[in-house]
């Protein structure tokens, strides 16, 4: 989903959901927060950007990692912020995408507005 206004692009926010081969269990484990930690690297490094932030969080009444990362595109300045959100067999990638400096509001009702249904 995409939010806009005048035309100009404010954020773009989005959940995918992923199955595991093993359940996931809370509290969630130093192997797996790792793992996780990695994965953030890797994708901020295929923007050629940096993570600006990373910790953990409560999101759908759930334990969670959330992370920051910063890069540019054509010279423009943006912002991700990406959480994980496990339950059972399956994973939920939370992601905004967003001017940096920007509206974080769509990023902020997208974590507060998530339910695991």
């Known amino acids: 989903m995409q939010a806009a206004e005048g035309g100009k692009s ?11 081969l093993r359940k996931a269990e809370e509290p969630l484990s ?4 790792k793992e996780l930690d990695r994965l953030v ?24 990692r959330r992370y920051e990362f910063e890069y540019e595109v054509r010279g ?4 991700e912020r990406v959480s994980f959100v496990f339950r059972g ?20 009702a997208l974590l507060s507005s998530f339910r695991l249904t």
Not at 10 to 20: E, G, I, N, Q, T
Not at 30 to 33: A, L
Not at 76 to 79: E, S, V, Y
Not at 90 to 105: A, I, K, V
């Open 10 to 20: 404010l954020a773009l926010v989005s959940v995918s959901r992923f199955p595991l």
């Open 30 to 33: 130093p192997k797996v927060t």
């Open 41 to 64: 690297t890797g994708l901020a490094a295929q923007q050629h950007g940096s993570i600006v932030s990373s910790g953990d969080a409560q999101i759908a009444g759930r334990e969670a």
């Open 76 to 79: 423009k300045p943006l912002a």
């Open 89 to 108: 067999k399956t994973e939920y990638f939370l992601l905004c995408r967003f001017d940096r400096g920007g509206d974080t509001g769509p990023c902020d």
